[in-house]
């Protein structure tokens, strides 16, 4: 049966009201695939396999919560939806509005946003407002504003954004027969973590499939679930988890210790080093938040901290590298220049 969408696939499985009218632009369905040599670099004798979420419509997760929150909004006769975003969100959040014919704003921290963002968010016709502060005051904002006026909030905070992001997990099992035994993804507003447990205890009451451990990752510069308190000024190259006060921070740590996982930090030099291996390795360009779970992971092998061997181990990659491309450009000395001569390009290839 060809894929028709997120909510026609799993939608008996998630909590939405009954008013719930369906925008989709078949998100989800996203492939597991297979890193040898990336499982072979870490040490090897395990299984890993990359979901690859940045293949989602408008190139991140953030799309499975998305046709739940907007589909429900669209239902319930809101005329605009609101956001705070570090990016993906913003992206997502448009793209879903235009197609239900709805109004969007996104408020942005100034200055903090990947360019293939907030070029999403413009092109699928938000109203963009940068926020002089940083994404916690931003979120602060638009909760402010929802509250007072008939505005929709599509934040993860939205319960809808939660149940529709719990089909990652429904995916995994369906595609593996089970549960994987770690999965590891990045953690920024802890949204994502929470509706992956979510998923899989749902699933497993339904269909025995087991549970996984859960692995979280957030970034060293903005780690308050590390730290145990919030960070004021969180700072990090992985601009998707640059938050210091996650909104379900409370629900991720008791999801990590219930999994018998953890929540640990990885360096932007780890998540940049991660990115590059997986794209050299693997093919996989991934945003460098996406590659913070991969970069936990790596560095609590290099430990000794983590058994996986004969073990399965998913890791979810949120988005994809075309969002953030100046991280890797920015780094390099323009290509080599030849003129249109034969013996000039044998000279740059054979030399
Ligand atoms: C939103 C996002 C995250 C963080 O997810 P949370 O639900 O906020 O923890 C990680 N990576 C990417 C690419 C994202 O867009």
Known sequence: MPHRGLLEKYGSLLDLPAHTQTVTLLEGNTPLIPAPHLAREMGGG???LIKFEGLNPTGSFKDRGMTAAVSEALGRGAATVICASTGNTAASAAAYAARAGLKSIVLIPQGKVAAGKLAGALAYGAQVIQVDGSFDDALSLVVQISEKHPICLVNSINPY?????????????????????????????AGNITSYWAGFTQYDLLKATGLPHLLGVQAAGAAPLVLGHPVEKPETVATAIRIGRPARGEQALQAAEESRGRIVAATDEQILDMQKTLA?????WVEPASAAGLAGLAAELNRGRLEVRAKRVVAVCTGHG???PEIVTRALTAPQIVPPKLEALEEAILR
Do not use: H, M, S, Y
């Not at 369906?174 to 994987?180: I, S, V």
């Not at 050299?280 to 996989?284: A, D, N, V």
């Open 161 to 189: 954004r939660i149940e529709g992001q719990k089909t990652a997990a429904f995916e995994i099992c369906d595609a593996l027969g089970t549960a994987p035994d770690w999965l590891c993804l990045p953690v920024g507003n």
């Open 280 to 284: 050299r390795l693997e093919g996989i």
């Open 322 to 324: 075309l969002k953030d």
């Open 46 to 48: 395990f299984e890993l």
